[in-house]
Each structure stands twice: as C-alpha cells, then as structure tokens.
C-alpha cells in the first residue's frame, strides 16, 4: 500500500525505538520523512537505515530554536507538511511519586506535553494539511508504580489531543496511540532481565515491538481514519482485557 506516496511527515524523538519504526513505516508505504532527536550520529544511522526520503535535524524536543530549524528545513526541502507525529518524550526518574524531584517534574511535563503543543502549534503554522498522532502510553489509564509523574503526563496527552482535535478540525484530525511496554531502549527499566513474566501479563503473551505501534499510526494519519479525531488508541497485546 502506498497511502503516502507524495505526502510529508515529521516524526520527532525519530532516532530509534517507536519513532523509527513509524518513520520506516511511512517510508514504506511511499512518504517523505523528517526525523527529529538529540543526537546527530544517531539520527545520520537512522536516515542511512530509511533511505533517500528521510532526513533529519539533530536538537531537543523542548526547543523553540530547535523547532525552527526543522520547519526552516522542511519549507526548504520539501516546501510542506502533511502529517506530525508527536513521540518525543522523556522519564528521567524511577521512584514514588512524592519523592520525584520538582525539577524532574518540570522537565517531564515541558517535554512530555508542552513541547508536544508547540511542535503542533508551529507545524499548523507552516502549513500542516492532514493528521497528528500523539504518543501517548497505557500508564495514562491507570497507576504506574515507578514512573507515576510519566503517566500523569501521558494523560494529559490524551486530553491535549482531545482538545486539539476540536481546535483544528475539520480540516486536521488529531488522534493518539497509547501503547504498553514496547521492546526499546527507553522502556528497559520495564522488562530487563523479567521480560517472560512482564509478557505474562499481556492477552497475546509477548511484548509490543516498535512495528506493533507503527501500524496503527499509520492508519490514524491516512484516510482509512478519515472519521477518526480526538481518539486514543490503546496498542497493548490485550493487557487491559484482563
């Protein structure tokens, strides 16, 4: 299927993990792709690995001249924007909830959601025709001992993309995918060294891999969810239905 052939997509936090493999997905199915993340070598490994169509501009998530440079870079590259996959995101903290530091807080939030509403923001801004999705996580619905604030945060993703969903429609859909513990470098922590008791508690008796998640973003960009907005998603091999 080529339901992006001429189409552009911008996939933040797109170095590795879920974000590489959504960037590999649309590549796959005919898009240009912009990948974003903090480290260059990392992200020239990734443009190698995608191929002709993808490209990539190294900063952080949380940085207003970082995403400048990106939509300074798309407008020359490609001259538009049609799709915005919003998955950066951070936890740099393990612990109970009360005793995470302040600092940490801030900079999960100014990460996790604000930056997710600027990246949005400037992206209308440069033109953006079609659908986002945000990455948001099953930790929204429930409590996660350990990464408790990342939860609080993923929940506000979700309610960020219900309200974008009803600024920005009809012309652009906004919809999110919450995914469980995906076989990646940033969820580790979640399943190193227990990985067969962690699948344990999952319907399908394993754990998501990046592609598992890249599917179902790929159908919420294209118009097979051409009546879809302001939805989440969950992609969790059946751990809520149990």
């Known amino acids: ?62 940085d207003a001249e970082h995403r400048a440079r990106v939509f300074e870079h798309i407008a020359q590259r490609h001259g538009r924007i049609d799709h915005l996959i919003n998955n950066a995101g951070i936890n740099p903290v393990y612990g109970p909830l009360l005793q995470t530091d302040p600092a940490a807080v801030q900079k999960i939030l100014g990460v996790n959601v604000v930056a997710m509403m600027e990246w949005t923001r400037d992206a209308v801004a440069a033109g953006l025709k079609s659908s986002i999705v945000n990455l948001s996580s099953v930790s929204a619905f429930s409590a996660s001992p350990g990464i408790a604030f990342y939860g609080i945060s993923k929940a506000a993703v979700v309610n960020l993309t219900i309200q974008l969903a009803n600024e920005l429609g009809p012309e652009i859909r906004v919809n999110a995918v919450a995914p469980a513990v995906i076989k990646t470098d940033f969820a580790k922590a979640l399943y190193e060294g227990r990985e067969a008791d962690v699948a344990a508690g999952y319907v399908l008796k394993r754990l998501g891999v990046p592609a598992d998640v890249a599917g179902p973003v790929a159908f919420l960009l294209s118009e097979d969810a051409g009546w879809m907005t302001g939805q989440t998603l969950v992609i969790d091999g059946g751990g809520r239905a149990r």
């Open 1 to 62: 299927m080529q339901r992006f052939e001429g189409k552009v997509a911008l996939i933040t936090g797109g170095s590795r993990g879920i974000g590489l493999g959504i960037a590999q997905r649309l590549v796959d199915e005919g898009a240009s792709v912009i990948i974003t993340g903090r480290k260059q070598e990392s992200l020239d490994e990734a443009v190698a690995t995608l191929g002709e169509r993808a490209s990539a501009v190294a900063g952080k998530a949380d």
